[in-house]
């Protein structure tokens, strides 16, 4: 990711509507959920959510398919994590402890999985 895609990224995310639709989209997983019930769970206008779901969109950071009269829009998981990458990338400067906390949570979240012998 260069740093033109991160800035877009995270100024999509610099707002507490899109960053609450987007945090619901990472739980929702690859099966994302509908428009209408991303605007129903947040208690937000559909006019509103359309123009947050846009910016979104255009940042990359989810993607949207149409399924029957429903739009279904889920997070791209892929683009999250080479935003998160970015932002990592060389951040401890060899002191594994400052990043220990972020590796904590996502071992928390995604397990590693065991290998077979």
Not at 8 to 27: D, I, W
Not at 51 to 68: C, F, K, M
Not at 92 to 111: F, H, K, M, S
Request: charged share 20%; net charge positive.
């Amino acid at each position: 990711m260069d740093i033109t895609n991160a800035l877009s990224g995270l100024a999509a995310l610099a707002h507490e509507g899109r960053l609450c639709v987007f945090r619901l989209l990472v739980k929702a997983g690859p099966d994302g959920l509908a428009a209408g019930e991303i605007a129903r769970k947040l208690d937000t206008q559909p006019n509103t959510m359309s123009a947050q779901l846009l910016v979104l969109s255009n940042a990359g950071l989810i993607a949207a398919r149409r399924e029957g009269r429903s739009i279904i829009y889920a997070a791209d998981f892929e683009k999250m994590s080479a935003l998160l990458q970015f932002l990592t990338k060389d951040c401890c400067g060899g002191r594994p402890e400052i990043c220990a906390p972020l590796a904590a949570t996502v071992n928390a979240c995604c397990p590693p999985k065991k290998r077979r012998a």
